[in-house]
């Protein structure tokens, strides 16, 4: 999960680490945990970078310029086109082999920033993408 500051810094959390954060800083401005959990996923909420305490905890990194320039020179139809490939198996996925170094953290954010959620297969070295509205469709 990715976190925007408005330092423009991005924080990669995950659910366990967001629910410390919000008990910390943002009980009292949001009803509920899954008020905040949303705001977070859907509406882009920007957390203020003077709750992050620790420098090098939790993770995170500074979006890259010309991602950031080519995603809005692509628009997000044909940037998820560059950066993913359909799988053997019929599934969408990162395409690893136009990524260079360093570019992955920022394309990994501008997909979830689009409501795409990333999982890793380890064993294969495959990173899925899946539209988010598809993961709760059967629930």
Do not use: Q, W
């Not at 423009?8 to 899954?34: C, M, P, Q, W």
């Not at 019929?90 to 997909?111: C, P, Q, S, W």
Request: hydrophobic letters at 35%; a positive charge.
């Amino acid at each position: 999960m990715y976190l925007l500051t408005n330092s423009g810094e991005v924080i990669v959390l995950d659910e366990n680490e967001l629910f410390f954060f919000y008990k910390r800083a943002y009980s009292t401005h949001f009803k509920s945990f899954e008020e905040f959990l949303s705001a977070v996923l859907n509406n882009g909420f920007v957390i203020d970078k003077k709750i992050l305490k620790y420098p090098n905890y939790p993770k995170r990194f500074k979006l890259k310029i010309e991602i950031e320039k080519e995603y809005s020179l692509l628009g997000f139809d044909n940037f998820l086109k560059k950066y993913s490939k359909e799988t053997k198996s019929k599934r969408l996925a990162i395409n690893k082999a136009v990524i260079k170094d360093g570019e992955y953290t920022t394309i990994a954010f501008l997909l979830f920033k689009n409501r795409y959620d990333i999982s890793s297969d380890c064993y294969l070295g495959i990173d899925y993408l899946r539209k988010r509205e598809d993961s709760f469709i059967n629930l």
